[in-house]
């Protein structure tokens, strides 16, 4: 596509889960201009070199692979003939929605009615979480390994420890055993494993791959190639304990220590940051501050399931467009506060008379508790992890119309039972 007709109506920045979902839904809105911009050659994201299964059971009703679940919707976008704009870098956003890019042919601007942010996010590097040591070849992210094994064909090593339990980083524990390669072990500094628990018994448990809680890799081995790691127990302040240290001898180390919302872009236009996300404040039309600029996906909170990045990003699609043919919004007025060990709660502001679906994850995991919303919602829960995100529907017939007038704030907590 070129951009000879800037007459856009909705720009979509990133064509991963959350762009492509946004799009689908902003032009089932009726909305005739919607158009994607992204800097890769092919649209899906990171679908594509996410091989193994567990994608689209919620959304879909079926159980597929990264690429089938985003083939599904790049055939959708297809269809609805939405503009895609590949291999465009987006250099710049203005406050007031001037943006900047650069491709083939040169340095363009567009001026959409509306912007829907959907970059996604990125791995944390070995600087971000300072692992001592020598700095030599076979340090890799685990979606860097993940690439160069299912799309590029290259095997990294042949000795591996993981450090971290993200799921990329326990889905390459077992795709790494089935090449045949030998997994020391995955180190885990938390006192609980960090991603979902079907990735702990599928990828772990069923290959017989240690975990080691409460441990981290304390010093990094070897001057042109990784020749082995040193592991430690940690204390409770994730400080390695002297005395516990033990070296391990292996030529890969593999980091699955977080992602981080991709907010360069959102920075530029004058977005406002949660300092716990690391994604935009969104109220719950997922607008953020600044008006006309919406988000949704990883690049407001890290979810845990594909199916809720697509989810999402249809709330931000779908309200994006009323914004683009002119409707108005209510006014976000009420803040929802993280309390008893919640982590966050995503959006952070709401008007109190719209259907919202909220989000939240909490701070440590926890058995038999009971999530109180305010007082218009109580939800019993088996169990709660970090690593598995809550979700929650508030009518606004059912829910918050039994708000007291000239309500502020709403406290989420999660406490034991009775308490």
């Known amino acids: 596509m070129t951009v000879e007709d800037k007459n856009i109506d909705i720009l979509i920045i990133g064509a991963g889960p959350a762009g492509l979902a946004a799009a689908i839904r902003a032009k089932e809105e009726g909305v ?10 092919i649209l899906g994201g990171l679908l594509h070199q996410c091989i193994h299964n567990g994608f689209g059971l919620w959304y879909f009703g079926k159980d597929m692979s990264g690429p089938e679940y985003a083939n599904r919707f790049i055939n959708m976008v297809k269809d609805l003939g939405i503009n895609i704009l590949l291999d465009s870098m987006v250099l710049n956003i203005t406050p007031d929605k001037k943006v900047t890019f650069c491709n083939k042919n040169g340095v363009q601007t567009l001026e959409p009615k509306a912007i829907i942010l959907t970059m996604g996010c990125r791995e944390r590097s070995r600087e971000s979480i300072m692992v001592s040591g020598n700095r030599p070849a076979g340090v890799f992210t685990a979606g860097t390994a993940q690439r160069f094994v299912n799309v590029e064909g290259y095997i990294p090593g042949k000795e591996v420890v993981i450090l971290g339990s993200g799921d990329i980083g326990m889905i390459m524990a077992r795709r790494l055993t089935l090449e045949g390669l030998d997994v020391k072990a995955v180190v885990e500094v938390l006192p609980f494993v960090g991603g979902l628990i079907r990735n702990e ?199 918050l119309s039994k708000l007291t007038e000239g309500t502020k704030e709403i406290t989420i907590s999660c406490s034991e039972k009775g308490k």
């Open 32 to 41: 005739s201009n919607v158009t994607i911009i992204e800097r890769d050659k």
């Open 201 to 399: 018994v599928q990828c772990l448990h069923d290959f017989d791959i240690d975990i080691l809680l409460k441990h981290t890799v304390s010093w990094i081995h070897g001057k042109e190639r990784v020749e082995g790691v040193t592991i430690s127990e940690v204390d409770n302040k994730m400080i390695p304990i002297a005395g516990t240290e033990k070296d391990v001898k292996c030529d890969t180390l593999i980091l699955s220590v977080g992602l981080v919302p991709e907010n360069e872009l959102s920075t530029m236009a004058g977005v406002k940051l949660d300092p716990i996300t690391g994604g935009p404040v969104v109220d719950e039309y997922r607008m953020t501050n600044i008006p006309g600029i919406f988000a949704g996906g990883n690049v407001v909170q890290v979810h845990d399931l594909v199916d809720n990045v697509s989810w999402e990003s249809e709330i931000a699609g779908f309200n994006a467009a009323r914004y683009a043919k002119g409707e108005m919004f209510k006014e976000g007025k009420i803040r929802l506060i993280p309390g008893n060990n919640i982590r966050y709660v995503v959006p952070q502001v709401i008007s109190g008379e719209e259907d919202v679906t909220v989000y939240m994850r909490v701070r440590e995991p926890k058995e038999m508790v009971r999530v109180k919303i305010g007082d218009v919602v109580r939800k019993a829960e088996r169990i709660v992890k970090p690593s598995s995100m809550l979700k929650y529907d508030l009518s606004h017939e059912k829910h």
